[in-house]
């Protein structure tokens, strides 16, 4: 370097296939001292930086573990990792260790695998081809020495990836000088057939897979794609970019430095159309170009990616890249939502979902009819997005806060100068804003996306009649409006209560996942608040509180609509993380309030009940249990006993199982916690065993007395430990008189449980005309068919039923993945089976005694629980006689029902509101 004054150089070194490492010597003394260098940095820091290179990226060996160890590092500890040097022989240096921790990357196998990483040295031979194969073999096998071994166990849903890296063309040594597995991707494959039979597959050779070329890197590539490698059910998960159901090996590609003859940026279209071949990689049997193209076609048959890298940072984020495709999953926790409660030309269903690892989201709006949701969405947001967006936010406490985000967002904040995207505020504000310009795919280093949207984990769509708008929230940052009609977005809103350090980190290529806006969403009526359309949005797991907006005309969305936000420092300090609905209602004296559970996390641990204005936010009432210790309390639901259209009693359970009767009748000033203060009820397992509500209750009035009965279920599904959990958790319907304990409950059974028509069932209790006399409600556990299933959506009660769903959470090394659960349905005011079958169980357009099973005497019940494979369910919705019901699995479920009292029961009921 002849004049270091003018500042820090990059040396790039394109070297052929054998290329080992470079020389640099740096005469420091003859260096004159400056302050600063052109880049901004000092000279010392660019020294510090040629040093760094030096030790640890001047050679491709270099790089590549550089970029692997980065990548890596934020891998998490619920995958298997093995190891294995390409110029091995024989069998693969470090297999899966299944006998520690069941092979997960973590403890002693994690730091085995980085000991192996670092300690490679340099080969040079490339056999690439026998290199696959042999991790194919290995996956392949059931052997000891395979990844199933001793102590391991064999499961047919799992997903097996190689993540093949190469600094060099593949070539041949002693292993593989007489390689041969022939034309596979040249030739059909055989029919293949999925676990339930409703999928079939059959390879056909054509473009851009086949090729006239035997022998080649592809061809191993596909062979362990195309071929089912293992006897065991065919049930491995799908995605759009590979269809594969059987077991079978995705393959991904990196290239560090050296490029193809082929962009796969631009020819993969040539090479589907027949402008453009793959070449012939194999003969003359040379090091050429070819073979860097045989390695992207070997990923194209393998269903993965393929990558050049030519640093170690490009090389890291092609990992993180293919390490995120490894684990993304399709999921829904979010209701499905409709646009009508009978079948008309243009009902509509819309469900929300997310894909896990790249952390995108999606909505979509199918048509639903009595035949059932169609299969193809009629709109996707992600597709919906305009070029020009209308983003609002709120940063600060001051009103002059309020505005475009790109305004005032915080670009102090949204800066990033470390890692490896390094971006200044204003390019991250406009990354967040929608710009792809700056993405990796796009020349630069920020985060590629799929889409725009972010995640949807746990906020529902919610949709407006009024306005045909649907509005929910996403963890990029943003409560989206939607036009129902078309999806096309409105506006967004970003709280100022997010934690906005946390939100520049989306556009880093090694994001992990947080929540930013994945709380419930409501919105009042015109009804309800005369010409306005009010809409109170939590920010849930994202954060503490909620905000208000005036989406009367979402279409014209400005500033000025910007209500309140009670959201992060500025929510009230009882209030936590709001996950339950809130609840709009008439207070007595004619205010229209928003009522709000203060929900988990806290600063006081307490469970206390907000009654706000709904028109600034301002808190016109708490109501401090004064149970503290990590509680929280749960949505709220309202009942109007008097029929004047204000609202007299709200009721709503906590984490510690108690069920609270909040008196709101009178005046401000007099409302109070009902039964001297105490709860109505406690939730306890038949040992004692508090028995947590996280979800809301559902209201009724049972027309024989007059008594208002209060119906939930108990369970927890919001931490770690959480997923294990195996207590009993229940079902409860309570009469609201008084203090009420278990003992003053009627025990219900799960007396059935089976397999009809395909799907999981249950059946409950024989139907009984009225409560036992005495009884004061029912309970019914939840024990069959496993300990552990829970209650952690919202009841909901139509006609002389109740509905609820149930969750049975995922357990280790099974391929319920997405877990499991049911749609019960048992009678109100009894717990009991109800009179008449309430799921058309068989499809067939009646209810009768087909939709029935026998109990151990050869008595007749009617389905009362139903699975409908859609993982842990949330709660459905009703759409005339069709049940449509979203689940963890991301996709959709129905099942006729027969509207059991139908609309003449619920005129019995018009005085508990929201029912």
Known sequence: MSNPQQGAWEIRVNGGAKYSGVKLAVEIATVPEVEQTPTGRSQADELKNIATWYSYHRSRLKTGKAGASEAFSQLGSNMRVGYDSISKKSSVSYPIPVGTAGGLFQGANRTKWFQLLHDQNASGWTPLRSALRRTGEYIKSDAAWGPVGAGGQAISCRQNFAILTTDGYWNTNDDDSNFSIGNVDGVDGQELVSADGKAKFTYKAIAPYTDSVGNTLADVAMYYWKNDLSSLANNVPTSAANPAFWQHMVTFGVSIGLKGNLDPAVDLPSIVNGTKNWGDPVSPNSETPRRIDDLWHAAVNGRGKFVVASNSDEFARSLVDALATVAARLGSASNVTANSTSFQSDTRVYQASYVSGKWTGEVAAYDVSSAGVSATPQWLASNKIPGIRKIFSWYGSEVAGKGTFAAVAPTAILARENGLAVVTGPDNRDYLAGSSALETRNGG?????????????????????????????????????FDALTGAERFAYVPRGINWTQLANLSDPQYGHHY????????????????????????????????????????????????????GDYAPTNMGQVLGDPLVVTLNGGKKGVIVSNGINSSTGTASLFILDIADGTVIKELNTGVTGDNGLSAPRGADIDGNGTVDFVYAGDLKGNLWKFDLNGAESEWKIANGGAAMFAAKDSGGKAQPITAGVALARNPADGKIWVLFGTGSFMTTADMTNTDIQSMYGVIDEGIVSRGDLAKRNITVETTKDGRNVRAFDPNRPALEGGKKGWVIDLDKPTAGERIVSNPRVTGTVLLTASLIPPTTNTCDAGGTGYINAVDVFTGTSVKDPYFDSNGDGQYNDDDTVKDENGNDLPVGSIDLGVGMPTMPTIIDKLLVVGGSKGNVGTVPVNPQGGAARRLSWREVMGD
Do not use: C
Not at 463 to 469: G, N, Q, S
């Open 516 to 567: 930013f806006v994945d709380g419930p969403v409501v919105v009042s009526t015109r009804v309800q608040t005369p010409n306005k359309n009010y809409l109170v949005g939590a920010l849930g797991r994202g954060g503490k509180g909620v905000f208000g907006l005036d989406v009367t005309a979402p279409g014209s969305f400005a500033k000025q609509q910007i209500l309140w936000d009670n959201t």
């Open 445 to 481: 280093k920020l985060r590629d996306r799929d889409t725009l949207l972010g995640d949807i984990a746990n906020s529902s769509p919610m949709y407006v009649r009024d306005t045909e708008t649907l509005f929910v929230g996403a963890n990029d940052g943003m409560l989206h409006a």
